[in-house]
């Protein structure tokens, strides 16, 4: 989707999202691999934190570049931020989130 974007967003919005995009598996990841139930309920606060990111960034590109598809995506990251919120709530059963 960002191949979409003009040049001059390549730095720009262009960039957030796929940085955004990555630091949500990678937080998972990482959370993971450091062993611990805290650590791990930790980071994927952080990759909900990505994925509400993401949807910040997904609705400035549907305001600038309306003809943009962008639904797919928005539609991704809602999924993926129910997902994560279903494993924080089952990891830490008093988790607000």
Known sequence: MTKQLPKEERYGLSSQIQ??????????????????????IHFLRMALGSVFELNTQLTILKAVYVELQYNEAEQLT???G???QTM?????PNSKR
């Open 19 to 40: 940085r955004s995009s990555v630091s949500i598996a990678s937080n998972i990841a990482e959370g993971y691999a450091r062993g611990t139930r805290k650590d791990y």
């Open 78 to 80: 809602n999924e993926i």
């Open 88 to 92: 924080i709530k089952r990891l830490h």
């Open 82 to 84: 129910k997902m994560l």
